[in-house]
């Protein structure tokens, strides 16, 4: 069974600030990964898809990385800024249907 | 224009009751999913569907009847509504399953 952790559960950085979203899963026979991003009493927002061929994906200020093997992914934020701040969701897609990690509440702080 | 849009947005009822939540995409996506976002705001799956055909059905009580009349549409069905079904419900849709998902604002279920 396909299990995704995230770590940290939570971070609050100062703006401007470089940071690293963690998030781990089980099983690596997967399709692809996702990184989401939820804001207070809304949906999810696709970010970043990772297929599971590619090492990595980058849009503008973000960049996700993928080690297959390792079962691990990381989410790159550079200069952060305060309108940066939700939860982070990654999720895989595989034999099982997509699992979701319990998401890294971000704050960023002015 | 909305690409994923959900109705209601908030629904309050007793338990007991049967309620629906209606979920439209205007992207031209083939597969359409409905999620259950918890008190823990754990996300989990519920079904998908694909082309209006049931292609994921997790374990869910069988009282949730999801019904797709076209494949721009899902709607959610709920018999008998009990405490535990409190939750945010999102709908989602995606042009296949390895393509990213895009999600609606959400239905906040209140059960009294």
């Known amino acids: 069974k396909q299990e995704v952790t995230q770590i940290p559960a939570a971070l609050s950085v100062p703006e401007g600030e470089n940071l690293v979203l963690n998030c781990s899963f089980t099983d690596s026979a997967i399709y692809n990964l996702q990184w989401f991003r939820q804001d207070p009493g809304k949906g999810l927002t696709s970010l970043l898809l990772i ?22 992914s990381t989410l790159y934020i550079a200069a952060s800024q305060p309108g940066d701040s939700a939860t982070y969701l990654c999720a895989v897609a595989g034999n099982t249907p997509l699992v979701f990690g319990k998401g890294t509440r971000l704050s960023v702080i002015a | 224009d909305t690409a994923v849009s ?34 823990k705001k754990f996300l989990k799956i519920m079904f998908s569907y694909n082309n209006k055909e049931l292609i994921i059905n997790e374990t869910v009580p069988n009282r949730f009847s ?17 405490l535990g079904d409190s939750a945010v419900y999102f709908c989602a849709s995606s042009q296949t399953v390895n393509q990213p998902q895009h999600f609606g604002d959400g239905t906040r279920l209140s059960i009294l």
């Open chain 2, 6 to 39: 959900q109705t209601p947005k908030y629904l309050v009822t007793q338990m007991g009751n049967d309620k629906s939540i209606k979920c439209e995409q205007n992207l031209g996506h083939d597969t359409m999913y409905w999620y259950k976002q918890d008190s």
């Open chain 2, 66 to 82: 999801p019904k797709s009349p076209d494949k721009a549409h899902l709607n959610l069905h709920i018999n008998s509504l009990e």
């Open chain 1, 51 to 72: 297929q599971s061929s590619q090492r990595e994906q980058t849009s503008g200020r973000l960049n996700a990385s993928l080690d297959k093997s390792s079962g691990r």
